[in-house]
Every structure is written in structure tokens, then in C-alpha cells.
């Protein structure tokens, strides 16, 4: 792949991939190469608690360029698609006005969507038609259910993925909720980046390889103190359903400092649930990306440097 021209020639560049990819890497070298900032456009990321189990940028990596919306929220709060795309929105606006390109990277492929595609209005679907779909789904299967989406839905019966139950449950839900498809909804999305203004590119090394860089990083963070961050982070009593104590390794290295499982039990399913993870980011970026183009390392983008 011939990718380096097409992007730094964009005022805006979209840096996609599953965790481990070597994103990071890739955005500071751009950077520092464009005169670029970076824009942090991972969910997990913007909490301030998690800088070692989320892989922030280190301190010496974000004083080799301007990084934003890293470490910016508190655990306490629940930052949405909605509030990201907000901030995101302000500061590559600002970075354009000082005439510096903007390098948004990340693994969250909703904000990318929102982005590129806009994020639709949707009204606050109740718990009880959630509840709702839920059961209905468990007790008639996913063909059965996409079968009922597809009556009231069908362009969103058509596009969701085999599989994908969540997507399938909010199609469900939206008209059940409002008597409008989400297809009606999102046709009145508007993108926040205007067609044109930039260029992505999913990084997309070998998945073997990823795994195995997932678990030397692993190894590391407990180094580098991840223990103790979860151990601070459980220690403020917070609610287990805020996004930051759902990150990757939290639950597991929580069970382990209650006494619950041992650090080797902890770290294998810390592993494991990160595997998972870059499945389904994969096939997110695969599915929603589709024309994207892809690179298996930085070199391919940039060349050696």
C-alpha cells in the first residue's frame, strides 16, 4: 500500500484499528513528521484514572507533540458518542485555525462513524422497551427477530451483520420507542467532517501478531503499575456500570486484589477478554470501513524511518 501521500495531503487524518495495532506509533510519527496534533478518539482513553490499563500515551510521547481529549474525564462521568463528538468536533476546529493538520486516532469505531456520517438524534429509548427486546430476542432467536426488524426496517435488516445483536436490539428498540425506523433517523444525520476534508486508513496488522503484542502488554502494565490502578479506581466506590470500570482488565485484576482468583487466573482472562475485543473491533472496521484503506504496519504509510 501507497498511503503516505494520500495522507498527510489531508487537513484531516482518521488513524482505525483494533488495540495493539500500533495506532499510536503511527499518529506521533505523522505528527511529528506534519507538524500535526493528535486527537485521542478512544473511548477508554479519555479517562484520567486508566492512563496505564488504557495504554495512554506516555508523558514523552505527549510532550513530542500536541495530544488531545487524552485523560480528560474523570471516572465518575459517563462520556457518550454525543459528548466525544462534541469535544472532538471544538478542538479539530482549533487545530485548523492555528493551520496545523489534525491526526484523530483510535479504536472506538462509533466515533469515527460520527464523524465521518454524523450521529442521528435519537430520542432516549425507556429501560422497559429495552428489557423488552431483550427477552423477545432470547426467546425467538436472531432470525426470527431480524425477520420482525426487517417488516418495520428493512434497510437496517439489511445492513446490520449476522450476528450482531446489539445493533439488531437498537433497530428494534427505536421504533418500538418511536414509531419512526432508525434508518428515518439517521437519513438526518449531518457529518461533522465535511466530504473531502479527510482521509482514513485502518491499521491492520496480522491478528496472530496483535495478540501476541496484546499479551506483552499485558506483562508490562502490571510492571508499570496497573495493579494500583485498578486498586485506586476500585477504591472510590464507583458505580461498576460507568464506562471506566468496564475497561479492559479492570474486573479481573479487581477480582484478583479481592482475594477472588489469582494474578495468573487475573492476567489469562485479562487476555482473553482483550482477544475478544480486537475480534470484534476487526469486524466493526471491516464491516463499517469497508472503504478504508488498509495497512499492516506504520512502514507501509510512511515508510521506514
Not at 487537513?11 to 503511527?26: C, H
Not at 493528535?38 to 510521547?61: F, G, H, K
Not at 486498586?231 to 466506590?237: H, I, S
Request: net charge neutral.
Amino acid at each position: 500500500m501507497s498511503a503516505g501521500g494520500a495522507l498527510s495531503a489531508a487537513p484531516v487524518t482518521l488513524i482505525a484499528g483494533p488495540t495493539a495495532s500500533g495506532k499510536s506509533a503511527l499518529a506521533l510519527r505523522l505528527a511529528r513528521s506534519a507538524g500535526g496534533e493528535i486527537v485521542n478518539a478512544d473511548s477508554m482513553q479519555v479517562y484520567a484514572d486508566l492512563r496505564v490499563l488504557t495504554a495512554r500515551p506516555s508523558p514523552q510521547d505527549e510532550a513530542a507533540a500536541p495530544h488531545h481529549l487524552f485523560g480528560v474525564a474523570d471516572a465518575a462521568e459517563a462520556w457518550s458518542v454525543g459528548r466525544w463528538l462534541e469535544a472532538a468536533t471544538a478542538v479539530i476546529a482549533d487545530i485548523a485555525a492555528r493551520g496545523r493538520p489534525a491526526i484523530v486516532v483510535g479504536g472506538t469505531g462509533l466515533y469515527f462513524r460520527a464523524l465521518t456520517m454524523g450521529l442521528a438524534d435519537v430520542p432516549t429509548v425507556p429501560a422497559s422497551v429495552r428489557l423488552e427486546a431483550q427477552a423477545l430476542y432470547d426467546a425467538i432467536g436472531e432470525a426470527a427477530f431480524r425477520a420482525g426488524v426487517a417488516e418495520v426496517d428493512p434497510l437496517a435488516a439489511e445492513r446490520i451483520a449476522a450476528a450482531d445483536r446489539q445493533r439488531l436490539m437498537r433497530a428494534h428498540e427505536v421504533y418500538a420507542a418511536t414509531g419512526r425506523p432508525l434508518s428515518d433517523w439517521q437519513t438526518r444525520m449531518s457529518p461533522a467532517l465535511a466530504p473531502g476534508s479527510w482521509r482514513g486508513l485502518v491499521l491492520e496488522p496480522p491478528r496472530d501478531l496483535v495478540y501476541a503484542r496484546c499479551d506483552e502488554r499485558l506483562e508490562a502494565m502490571l510492571g508499570a503499575g496497573a495493579l494500583d490502578e485498578v486498586a485506586r479506581l476500585v477504591g472510590r466506590g464507583l458505580d461498576a456500570k460507568l464506562p471506566a470500570m468496564k475497561a479492559l482488565g479492570v474486573a479481573p485484576f479487581a477480582a484478583h486484589l479481592r482475594g477472588d482468583i489469582g494474578l495468573d487466573k487475573a492476567l489469562a482472562q485479562a487476555r482473553q477478554d482483550t482477544r475478544r475485543y480486537v475480534k470484534r473491533q476487526v469486524t466493526w472496521f471491516r464491516n463499517q470501513n469497508a472503504d478504508w484503506p488498509r495497512a499492516h504496519s506504520a512502514d507501509e504509510v510512511i515508510g521506514d524511518p
